[in-house]
């Protein structure tokens, strides 16, 4: 299997590329990335250096590989943060180029935006880019619960809510919708859920929370559920694959006390999560 990935880079730590790459490949995944940007560091420790790639830099690299005559072996595009919006034209163009070739490529689109208690903080522009453009334009759409709420209008304070504002999403072009770190009224204080809808049906995972704050997790989990999808193409397989495995890296995180996602040092919870959860219909 080979994935185009498309996203962010930090040369120490694990978020963007430097979260979703090594996943893929620890699963047997040929990656190819180009990033959007490259930092020293994730922008959470409030100092970091590097520079912002813009679209025409994303969409030469992407002509590079289409001369390598190799875009009909491409089996799908993963998208994270994209940092203006001529990035993310760049990376719709990149998702045409390779559809041209192989129809049955997937897009998985993680619409970056902003999070529950952080509000927005992306550029102008790059959340009516996310409704407008992308949404309609993947496959696959995995937004947090404040990434769901923002993009359909509505709230998802209850599972029937949530349910609703996923359907909503579906009805505008992905067939897949996974949201991650979901939190209803019907989920107990210790635990945090993750809810994936296809063809009509929901599936939940119920995994415990964790009381830990690291940069990441969601372009880790975005990466695995689109390879565990694409081998399976059952949404509550990968459901239930994903968060296994981010939840064991998590854990091994806080266990560690590690202000970064210890994304090498458990990589054995990709291919082998030591804890399951059940995948409940909703």
Known sequence: MNILSIQSHVAYGHVGNASAVFPMQRLGVEVWPIHTVQFSNHTGYGAWRGRVFDGPAVEDLVAGIRERGVLGSCDGVLSGYMGSADIGTAILGAVAAVRAENPRALYACDPVIGDTGRGVYVRSGIAEFMADRAVPAADI???????????????????????????????????????????????PADAI??????????????????????????????????????????????????????????????AEGSREILTVAAQDEFVAPTETFPVETV
């Open 141 to 187: 759409l995995t937004p947090n619960q404040f990434e769901l709420d923002l993009l359909t209008g509505l709230t998802s304070s209850t599972l029937a809510d949530a349910k609703r504002a996923v359907a909503a999403l579906q009805a505008r072009g992905p067939r897949v919708v996974l949201v991650t770190s979901l939190a209803t009224d019907a989920t």
């Open 193 to 254: 859920d993750m809810l994936a809808g296809e063809g009509g049906t929901f599936w939940r995972v119920r995994t415990h929370r964790l009381d830990l704050s690291v940069n990441g997790a969601g372009d880790c989990i975005a990466a695995l559920f689109l390879v565990h999808y694409a081998r399976t193409r059952s949404a509550a397989l990968a459901l239930g694959m994903a968060a296994a495995s981010v939840h064991g890296i998590l854990r091994r995180t806080l």
